[in-house]
């Protein structure tokens, strides 16, 4: 049975755009131009200037764009990048692909953010990098992660595949290292910018590294048939760079709504019996996911399934748990911050199409749900 709100709603979205995604569609299928052409190069500088880099590089999915951002700045085997235990495991695989370790560390209980004293006691000399995760759309505390970078020596390179847009003291992230430092980003369909498909972009504000990283995307080609360097296939197409360039249109407005949303849901769950996360004073977040702790989760998931509200758990197993991970020897209670919120955070509906109706019927639902637990 299709839930009364469910977690996402592409057919909402899609329909909302729909003559747009058709006229993007037409002019790509006319043109008959379909890998690396003018609608890609359209979108990495619409991106780049959108959201405050000087340059974007497309690529095929988020897990491409942190993998190759390690590779273009250094990172390699026998190197240690520190980051958040509290993430979709594809950041960490990422840092296996560019052969290099992670080292996951606790986070900051009031955002879920990797904790930056954590972060520097976790610093060997072997580590080259540090990646903050900017979760659920909520800006990592990045000014001691930059002073940390700074005085070891390191990169930084920042997984804002959840935060497109989203601000720290007023600077946008993904940039925030300026030359020195790299931003990712997904267009995974439910992001705050989605493709209708997979996508992915470096944010760069160097013009060598963005040189670099249009080299490694395609096959380490420096021109064509002449390989360079050990590149990899993950090039976006200029279907996904078209829908996209619709999309980026709309992004202020759709995470404007976002944050609506959320401000709605925190005011009226307030003494529900339900925790929200707190908009921290260094951050303006663009609300990607809509997050509360309860100490019975699983009991409030299956309430509100029964009341027809879907629900996520964004993550429910921490990565230094995951078996893909177990070499690096994660065990149980080393890092008791992300393994009691992974046992206590429930995703709800977020979504700019989400109606006043929906948005209501989800408030109810939550506070009748959490006093049945
Ligand atoms: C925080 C984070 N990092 C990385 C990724 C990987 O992005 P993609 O699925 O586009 O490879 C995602 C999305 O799945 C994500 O949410």
Known sequence: MTPAVPFVDFKLHVAALRAELDAAVARVLDSGWFILGPEGQAFERELAEALGASDAVAVGNGTDAI????????????DEVVTTSISAAFSALAILQAGARPVFVDVDP???????AAAARAVTSRTRALLP???????????????????????????????????????????LAGAA???????????NLGALG???AILVNDPDTAARLRQLRNGGQRDRYHHESFGVNTRLDELQAA???????HLAAWNERRRELAAFYTRELAGSGVEPFVEQEYARSVAHLYVVRH???????????????????????????????????GRPGQLPVVEQAAREILSLPLYPELTENAACRVVEAVRAAAREC
């Open 295 to 329: 100490p019975r989760r699983d009991a409030l998931a299956e309430a509100l399934a029964r009341r027809g509200i879907g629900t996520l758990i964004h993550f429910p197993l921490p990565l230094h748990l995951q078996p893909a991970f177990a070499s690096l020897g």
């Open 110 to 116: 009031r955002t879920l953010n990797i904790d930056p």
């Open 67 to 78: 993998h190759l951002a390690l590779r273009a700045s250094g990172v390699g085997p026998g």
């Open 243 to 249: 829908l996209l360039r619709v999309g980026l249109r």
């Open 133 to 175: 995760v900017h979760l659920y759309g909520h800006p990592a505390d990045m000014d001691p992660l930059l002073a940390l970078a700074r005085e070891r020596g390191l990169v930084l390179v920042e997984d804002a595949c959840q935060a497109h847009g989203a601000l720290y003291r007023g600077r946008p992230v993904g940039t």
């Open 181 to 191: 430092g790299l931003g990712a980003l997904s267009f995974y369909p439910t992001k």
């Open 198 to 200: 997979d996508g992915g």
